[in-house]
């Protein structure tokens, strides 16, 4: 028997400080005349890391540094992409670093991601980093010149086609991010903070309510049936039911929507905030008790019960005729289980569909 594949433990590197270590690299190329061939640098939370540096050039006015960005054993659209500065000698003024956006980095068309409309997206605490590796080798030049930091990422139009950053309203590339520098294995952090984001970005632009999918084909459908909805009301959650109502509620977001199918709204019925397939299983207990409640029997209920699925159940529902009001009964066990844990907070609504992105409840309460 062919054991279990597990994961990967390896740490890697956001592209925040990939970004800060070429930038280090390619100022030390302007001050020396020689890019380096490795860089100890600083991330955002203090830690020196030595980075491999895969490409660098020098000349007297300007220098260029990449390093790949490795993110360890938790690779996203961007492991691989090659983190590009470009450092340039200003000499008509001093002690500035001033950062730009070039090829592949994204540009910010909407506000309410903390960053100037039209500006390059690079995040606040990247910004910050790289300037920080800037200064601490480039001190006395400051004093005199000032450095243009351009951060480029060939390729970085393709790497946002797999990213949110459309949703969020940045166009023609990738994001710089990091908040400690580090990626790790196989973490959700990356995925949660952009479901938060997203809520926030439509809390910023006055939207009242937000629509939360797990996944693309719910994402899809519901798009489809609430046509006339703000696109930055919609924010794919995946299993993150929980950070985002959290979310909502700071931001005072009046109504929530759901779009789900029967087994992540199974999830949420039964109480679960977090709902990845490897957590909680689907109760389908409760889906018998429903199933009870609109008319089936008990043979049948007890078939639900004696099942994994939550698909099962709606399949044997449908059989029976009874799929609808099993759906609607569903779909109140949900709002009434989000209404006991966030008393008061929001008006609901749950969209549900089919396996094929087909509406079978629009449901209200």
């Known amino acids: 028997m062919t054991p279990k594949k597990t994961k990967g433990t390896r740490k890697g590197y956001t592209t925040g400080a990939c970004s800060a270590a070429a930038a280090r690299a390619a100022t030390l190329g302007l001050l020396s005349g020689k890019v380096p061939t490795q860089i100890e640098s600083v991330l955002p939370n203090g830690q020196k890391v030595t980075f491999a ?3 660098g050039t020098a000349s ?4 260029q540094a990449v390093i790949i960005k490795d993110a360890g054993d938790d690779p996203d659209c961007t492991h691989g992409a090659l983190m590009t500065v470009d450092v340039r000698l ?5 002690n ?3 950062l730009k956006g070039g090829d592949g980095v994204g540009t910010i068309t909407m506000r309410g991601l903390g960053l100037e409309v039209g500006g390059a997206a690079i995040n606040p605490v990247p910004r910050k980093n ?10 006395e030049l400051l004093q005199a010149h000032s450095l243009e930091v351009t951060i480029s990422v060939p390729g970085g139009q393709e790497m946002a086609k797999k990213t949110l ?17 580090i990626v790790h294995p196989y973490s959700t952090a990356a995925f949660r903070a952009s479901v938060v984001q997203g809520i926030e970005v439509a809390a910023n632009q006055g939207q009242q309510a937000v629509v939360l999918t797990t996944g693309g084909r719910t994402e899809k459908f519901t798009i489809r049936e609430l046509t006339h909805l703000d696109p930055a009301c919609f924010v794919q959650m995946g299993d993150f039911l929980g950070p985002a109502l959290d979310s909502a509620q700071a ?12 087994g992540k709204l199974t999830k949420i019925a039964q109480g679960e905030v977090i709902t990845h397939a490897r957590r909680n299983p689907v109760n389908t207990q409760l889906l018998a008790d429903i199933a009870a409640t609109v008319g089936a029997d008990a043979a049948v209920c007890a078939e639900i019960a004696a099942n994994e699925t939550a698909r099962f159940a709606g399949e044997r529902m449908q059989e029976l005729g009874l799929a609808e009001p099993f759906y609607q009964q ?3 066990r949900v709002i009434s289980t989000l209404a006991a844990r966030y008393p008061d907070a929001f008006t609901y609504r749950i969209l549900m569909c089919d396996f094929e992105g087909n509406k079978l409840v629009d449901y209200e309460q």
């Open 165 to 181: 950053n459309d949703r969020l309203g940045i166009i023609d590339g990738i994001s710089i991010l990091g908040t400690t520098g």
């Open 330 to 332: 569903l779909c109140a």
């Open 90 to 94: 200003l000499d008509d003024t001093s």
């Open 130 to 139: 790289i300037e920080q590796n800037i200064r601490e080798v480039a001190g």
């Open 53 to 55: 540096v895969a490409q």
């Open 96 to 98: 500035q670093v001033i």
């Open 60 to 63: 007297e006015t300007s220098a």
């Open 251 to 262: 931001v005072g977001i009046q109504q929530i929507i759901i779009g789900g199918m029967v």
